[in-house]
């Protein structure tokens, strides 16, 4: 009945139906080493495999102090086993090759807003950064801390409006499969691709893009 009186506009539903789709938490839950058994169980060997290679490192940045000989599983700042976020702070230009983002439903957590990138800030902005994300913390919604990974470059080209020509551009692509579900199953059902310009680091839909459907090689 929600989803009818939705439909037909008599209602507006928020958050989303499938709102966990948003929370970012899964990812530390996925790399955190003590669930380690219990992903071996519940998941195939070859599935642990895709998802490892998938799934960035992630770690919500949880205010709590840690005890003097506690650490923070797998995050290494400067080449070194990070024993509390006061490491991640100090860490210098190079060593913060992280991005920090909310997670959950939230009006931060989608189109880039909430996104900062550890490396394009100064050491101010950057301990900044990190106590907003605190603070949210208690306030219900979390912040996460992931790798940064860099796009590969690519050329594209596009028609262009104003001169009538087609032109390239150079950029990195922001690739985004879609799937529906055929029979109980997931079906990959769509790709979008949209390739924004090189010198931008938070990669989503901006006025200066190109977007163009994409398949898998081999199908249809």
Not at 48 to 64: E, F, G, H, K, N
Not at 168 to 183: A, L
Not at 194 to 200: E, G, L, N, V, W
Request: glycine share 6%.
């Amino acid at each position: 009945l929600i989803l009818y009186f939705c439909k037909k506009q008599q209602v507006q539903v928020t958050p989303p139906f499938k709102a966990y789709l948003e929370e970012k938490l899964l990812f530390s839950l996925f790399h955190h080493p003590a669930l380690t058994d219990f992903w071996r169980r519940e998941l195939s060997s070859a599935t642990r495999q895709l998802l490892a290679s998938l799934l960035p490192l992630t770690w919500i940045l949880d205010p709590r102090p840690l005890p003097p000989y506690g650490v923070i599983p797998g995050l290494l700042v400067n080449d070194q086993q990070a024993v509390g976020w006061e490491d991640l702070a100090r860490a210098s230009k190079k060593g913060r090759q992280f991005v920090v983002k909310p997670s959950g439903f939230s009006a931060l957590a989608w189109g880039s807003r909430g996104v900062s990138f550890g490396h394009d800030q100064s050491s101010e902005q950057w301990n900044a950064t990190l106590q907003q994300a605190f603070a949210s913390y208690q306030q219900g919604t979390p912040y996460v801390l992931q790798e940064f990974h860099k796009p590969a470059r690519i050329t594209a080209r596009y028609y262009d409006l104003a001169s009538d020509n087609i032109r390239s551009m150079e950029g990195r692509v922001r690739v985004c499969p879609y799937y529906f579900t055929y029979g109980g199953r997931a079906v990959l059902s769509g790709v979008l691709m949209t390739i924004c310009p090189a010198d931008k680091l938070a990669l989503h839909g901006m006025l200066d893009a190109i977007i163009a459907p994409a398949r898998v090689e081999g199908q249809a």
